[in-house]
């Protein structure tokens, strides 16, 4: 009985004093809207087709090209294409890191946010230059996401140079440290600016159609953000939107009229709980992670205008539902979904218009 005792006592003080690598910053979720409305659950996306079957874990992104060959980043490292009418996919580049987000530059290159190894740029024979990998002397912790402007100009997130994805994002979620930054990289000089920083798990980036401003995601906080890049608001920046029913991720344009963002999955009450409390947020770190609040199957997909109301709500609300959706691409009249844990992407249909 001493024995079951002290091991309570022992686990008790475990959980309340072990170190942690976060170090939690108390905040207040806003209540999670109810699913009703632009939100309304509805099963659109159980039509999705699986694509590239067992060719690799975790297909983060992808990138489409004017013909139709799909590019896929995997986290073991690998690039691979998938060609139209040529069967098995091809691998295109092994990056030795985790590519994450995916776009091709005005001369037709792939440039590669990698959350281990920086900025990348990938010619057509596979081989890879690195861009950047660190900003006014603070390195890159977790690489993102990007979009490229017409004039070679890439603008980029890193989500949390404290924590990268060998840490997972759970960890600068759970901190809400303000670890993420928005910059551009500048293909002329080769030189990087910092546009935003102390930003809540910096995600999705996307320009606008007209290039005078670039959105960025905060997954941490629940809303998307918008800076000018151009015009009397030059410099500025504003929520776009905000209190998003789930947790955001990746984002893109589809370069006339709407933004698509995925939403890794729906918003967890008890993580929302927990805003307000950082030392319990350490408790539940110390925890299995079994134990810690778990994202539900819950595939989803908004259409945002450019003035950022929901214009499409695509969801599939199951437990063999195509999820998590950690990005989505508007190609040739279907959107091709990324995923951080499945073995396909995913290749939905947009209904004629």
């Not at 690799?56 to 990138?63: H, R, S, T």
């Not at 040529?86 to 091709?104: D, M, S, V």
């Not at 698509?260 to 925890?287: G, H, I, M, Q």
């Amino acid at each position: 009985m001493k024995i079951l005792i002290f091991a309570v006592f022992a686990l008790l003080a475990w959980l309340a004093l072990a170190p942690v690598p976060i170090d939690p910053v108390a905040w207040e979720a806003p209540p999670a809207p109810a699913f009703e409305g632009p939100y309304a659950v509805n099963d659109h996306l159980a039509t999705v087709r699986r694509v590239g079957r067992s060719a690799g874990i975790g297909p983060e992104d992808v990138a489409v090209t004017a013909n139709g060959t799909v590019y896929v980043g995997y986290e073991d490292g690998r690039i691979v294409r998938f060609v139209p009418g040529r069967g098995e996919p091809q691998l295109f580049a092994h990056t030795g890191g985790r590519p994450l987000g995916l776009e091709f530059d005005p001369e037709g290159r792939l440039v590669v946010c990698d959350g281990d190894k920086g900025l990348l740029r990938i010619a057509p024979d596979g081989t890879i230059e690195v861009l950047a990998t660190a900003a006014n002397g603070l390195p890159f912790g977790f690489t993102n996401d990007l979009d490229i402007a017409t004039n070679g100009t890439i603008y980029f997130s890193d989500a949390s140079w404290k924590f990268g994805p060998a840490m997972k994002a759970r960890d600068d979620i759970l901190e809400h440290g303000g670890n993420g930054r928005l910059m551009k990289y500048d293909p002329g000089t080769g030189t990087v600016t910092v546009l935003l920083d102390g930003l809540q798990f910096a995600n999705g980036v996307a320009l606008s159609p007209d290039e005078r401003a670039v959105l960025v995601v905060q997954t941490g906080s629940y809303n998307v953000l918008r800076y000018w890049l151009d015009g009397p608001q030059a410099g500025t920046h504003e929520v776009f939107i905000d209190n998003l029913p789930g947790i955001p991720d990746g984002l893109s344009s589809n370069g006339r009229d709407t933004y698509w963002l995925a939403l890794f999955t729906v918003r967890n009450p008890a993580l929302d709980a927990l805003s307000s409390y950082p030392e319990l947020r350490k408790v539940v770190y110390r925890l299995p992670q079994f134990l810690q609040p778990q994202p539900a199957p819950h595939a989803f997909v908004l259409g945002l205008s450019l003035d950022g109301e929901v214009v499409h709500n695509l969801q599939h609300d199951s437990p063999d539902s195509f999820a998590p959706v950690t990005s989505v691409t508007e190609a040739g009249g279907r959107l091709y979904l990324g995923s951080l844990t499945q073995d396909t992407f995913g290749v939905f249909t947009l209904p004629a218009q």
